[in-house]
């Protein structure tokens, strides 16, 4: 099934040109580019369906049985298959699916278990927190006292050490795990440990990992941390959203920290797209996939060394790749301009190492059209071209002639 037919005679180009124009060149983009942006991926034509249905219609406050509005029949049973089918896959005993966003699941697993004030162990924003792990601009910071761990400068580690030390120094309330940066696994049974002995709740912010979670391509969290929180989107492929995941005893807690604490209405249409991802995820061909993605970044890891870029932690686990330009003469900003021009899009992060800025790259969107780690050589040699670039300009331009070569070869919406 192909998104662009549907889209073009779609009632929206005739009502509404301008709107349907944007819509499709947005498509464009997305298809004659190389999305390299490490939270990206391309859905599939399932679950598009399902987030354009008559669901986005419905008001659904509260859970299934138990809704203030009338009329929720049918959008009951299928946030009760969303709920059945994340708890299958993930191995966990409760499952909320209705959190808006990755950052809204946070702010609910807060809520859950926390009080304004109370002190927070997470990763440091500037060696990879996300901005829910204490950042003063996001609510964390404002109504939480977050203590910063961070990596070792030389490996780019997590510092197990001063985990252990900031805990037993701080006693926090809870102890977060996750990042938005962290190309390896983390080791949730050290953090389980650490949060027993110092009397801390372990709350895993697995937004990024969980696809790989889901695909047993990377360990899973839910046996130890007392909360999981998550996207849907990234390498799990399914709408922009959130989810929760915890043990029978706080489900009562996590449900209420959703609603009507922290949310109201839920997004049926989105919930039932959860749903079809889920169903999706549970296959072996997403089996596969996620080991592809898994394979693809290390064969990119690789490649980006040898071009001569320091790439933090010697490797990946995961989907993620963090690369410093710097040896090639270009800041990570400049960089990423550069990349832009050629067709290759991704992001800047913080590097464990100074205060300079990194390229951050993932493979999901790529492996999910098909690329292969053929592909992920001839991109990381494309790559340290358009970096090493003469004034000319030439390397960006063939660059870009073979990114439109390879885009059209693995079209993420074949027709
Ligand atoms: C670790 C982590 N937590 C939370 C989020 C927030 O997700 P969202 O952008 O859906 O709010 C992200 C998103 O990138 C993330 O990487």
């Not at 009338?70 to 709920?83: L, N, P, Q, S, T």
Request: net charge negative.
């Amino acid at each position: 099934m192909s998104v662009t037919p549907t889209l073009e005679a779609d009632v929206l180009r005739r009502q509404d040109p301008e709107l349907a124009e944007i819509l499709l060149g947005e498509l464009t983009r997305q298809s004659t580019t190389l999305q390299l942006i490490a939270a990206e991926n391309f859905t599939s034509p399932a679950v598009l369906a399902a987030l354009g249905s008559p669901l986005a219609n419905k008001y659904a406050e509260g859970y299934p049985g138990a809704r203030y509005h009338g009329g929720c029949e049918i959008v009951d049973v299928a946030e009760r298959i969303a709920v059945e089918r994340a708890k299958a896959l993930f191995g966990a005993e409760h499952a909320n699916v209705q959190s808006h966003s990755g950052s809204s699941a946070v702010l609910a697993a807060y809520a859950a278990l926390l009080r304004p004030g109370d002190t927070v162990l997470a990763m440091g924003l500037p060696f990879g927190g996300h901005l829910t792990h204490g950042s003063p601009a996001n609510f964390s910071g404002r109504w939480f006292d977050f203590v910063g761990y961070g990596v070792e400068a030389e490996s780019g580690l997590i510092d197990h050490d001063q985990v252990r030390t900031l805990a037993r120094t701080h006693r926090p309330k809870a102890i977060v795990c996750g990042s938005i940066s962290y190309p390896r696994h983390m080791d949730y049974a050290f953090f389980r440990e650490v949060a027993d002995e110092t009397g801390a709740y372990l709350i895993a912010d697995a937004a990024h990992p969980m696809g790989l979670v889901a695909g047993g391509a990377a360990p899973s969290p839910v046996p130890y941390a007392d909360i999981v929180c998550a996207t849907t989107h990234k390498v799990l492929r399914g709408p922009r959203g959130g989810m929760i995941l915890c043990g029978s005893d706080l489900a009562e807690r996590v449900d209420r920290a959703v609603f009507p604490f922290t949310q109201g209405g839920a997004q049926m249409h989105t919930i039932a797209a959860k749903a079809v991802a889920f169903g999706e995820a549970a296959t072996p061909g997403f089996s596969a996939y996620a080991h592809q993605v898994v394979a693809n970044a290390r064969v990119l890891a690789q490649g980006l060394a040898d071009a001569g870029l320091v790439v933090t932690t010697g490797g990946t686990d995961t989907h993620m790749v963090i690369a410093d330009p710097a040896p090639l003469g270009v800041d990570g900003r400049t960089a990423r301009g550069r990349l832009a021009a050629a067709g290759m899009v991704l992001d800047t992060c913080a590097l464990p190492h100074g205060d300079a800025r990194g390229l951050r790259l993932g493979t999901a969107a790529l492996t999910t059209q098909g690329m292969g780690e053929a592909e992920m050589a001839r991109i990381a040699v494309l790559f340290a071209a358009v970096l090493r670039e003469d004034r000319e300009d030439t390397a960006g331009r063939r660059a870009r002639e073979e990114v439109r070569e390879l885009t059209g070869r693995f079209p993420p919406y074949p027709e």
